[in-house]
């Protein structure tokens, strides 16, 4: 069932151009066959261009903290679908769903972001007016 | 002996007043001279096409809904040259280092754009990469030898209810379409239509008769957001992206800090 997802959202992304929702690079560096999830703290929220960046700070089965970082749209982008600069604050606690690094680094392009209290962040929708 | 002094001095008078004058700033004070109220009141009689507009849901993205399902037509050359670029399986271009795609890409872009109606020219403000469309609407001719640049150079007129550009003279630094460079020969001409009260069709035709067997041809749809305004896009802000020069793509995740100094 999630390979169909994938399957999907790929197909849709190539069918609307996928270089150009992505505005400004390919997705090569990542890999969008795999799905991850990764839990932990917001270290800072970068809303800046051409794309946002959540650095977030993961503890390792070893204890040790290790810092994530994740692309998102750019805030224009997301700006217009109800994100704001401080959609995510540090010390938030938030698990974030990604397609990780093909290299394996501590990387990834965001998906969807779920908070403690349950609200979530997509970087998709209806633009608001 | 005196009527020559005269010339003289007329002609180095002459040479003066040329020389104050950079050869663009005359060719603007010529063509464009101060518009009058009557200039202003008669942009009210043409489609409206200002406002912040951004390619709607459907409406046709980067590669156009209307596209030929083959996309562009080539001449034997322009295959096999575009066979030879996706060989090398570059897996990006230059846009990722932040470099603007120029023309046609640039209007493709998931970004909003603004039009801007004045005496002689229709402006496009361009949010993706800060990007700026001149296009002259007030009868000049295109340049016989124009500068190469990303957006090349454009004139406009109305024709009915339709604003009709022809741009030339692009840079070699922008593509046609992905792997496929143009010559120094292409032509666009684009076709803007208002649809409806907020939407707005643009009809793109590229000629290239070094690159294309027949006019390529795509249109999209954009809605009108009167809500809306231009954001800041500096692309160097924080990009942590590239590609290098074998077209390898990557991202840096280094030093969070770095690049907002926080």
Redo the contacts between chains.
């Keep these: 069932m999630r390979r169909l997802t994938l399957a999907l959202v790929a197909v849709t992304l190539l069918a ?2 996928a ?3 992505a ?4 997705f ?2 990542f890999n969008l066959e795999a799905e991850k999830t990764i839990s932990g703290t917001i ?2 929220f ?1 809303w ?4 946002t ?1 959540i ?1 977030i700070d993961v503890s390792g089965d070893n204890g040790k903290v290790e ?1 994530w ?1 994740i ?1 998102g749209m ?4 997301l ?2 679908r109800g994100w704001s600069k401080n959609s995510l604050k540090p010390g938030d606690k938030v698990s974030i769903v990604i397609r990780p ?1 093909r290299d394996g ?3 990834g392009m965001f998906v969807k972001a779920t908070l403690a209290d349950g609200r979530e962040l997509r970087p998709t929708g ?2 608001v ?1 | 002996m005196r009527s020559t002094r005269i010339f003289v001095l007329a002609f180095a008078a002459a040479l003066v007043v040329l020389a104050d004058r950079p050869a663009t700033a005359q060719t603007a004070a010529q063509k464009s001279p101060p518009p009058t109220a009557a200039d202003w009141a008669a942009l009210a009689k043409l489609p409206d096409l200002t406002g912040v507009w ?1 390619i709607g ?1 459907g409406g046709g ?3 156009g809904r209307g596209a030929a399902p083959q996309g562009p037509s080539l001449t034997p050359a322009a295959a096999a040259k575009r066979k030879e670029l996706q060989s090398l399986g570059r ?2 271009n230059q ?2 280092n ?1 470099v603007p795609p120029g023309m046609p890409g640039i209007m ?4 909003p754009m603004e039009f801007l109606l004045t005496p002689g020219k229709v402006t496009i403000v361009i ?3 800060t990007q700026v469309r001149h296009i002259y609407t007030d009868g000049r001719p295109l340049p016989e030898d124009p500068d190469l640049k990303f957006h090349g150079t454009s004139v406009g007129r109305w024709e009915g209810t339709a604003l009709v550009v022809d741009t030339i003279g692009f840079s070699p630094l922008t593509d046609l379409a ?1 792997n496929v460079p143009h010559s120094d020969k292409m032509r666009i001409r684009e076709r803007f239509t208002l649809t409806g009260p907020d939407t707005l069709s643009i009809e793109t035709t590229v000629t290239d008769p070094d690159v294309l067997t027949a006019p390529y041809t795509t249109t999209r749809t954009l809605q009108r ?4 305004t231009i ?5 160097q ?5 590239f ?1 290098d020069d074998k077209g390898k ?3 840096r ?1 280094d030093d ?2 770095k ?2 100094g ?1």
Excluded: F, I
């Design positions: 609307a151009g270089r150009e929702t505005a400004h690079h390919s090569a560096p270290k800072k970068d800046t261009n051409p794309h960046w650095w810092t970082g692309e750019s805030p224009n982008y700006g217009r690094m680094s501590p990387g209806q633009a007016e | 951004e849901p993205g980067g590669r897996e990006d846009t990722a932040c493709g872009q998931p970004y949010e993706a990469y992905a957001h009167r809500s809306w954001a800041e896009y500096v692309c802000e924080n990009n942590r992206n590609v793509a990557g991202v995740l969070p800090a690049t907002t926080k």
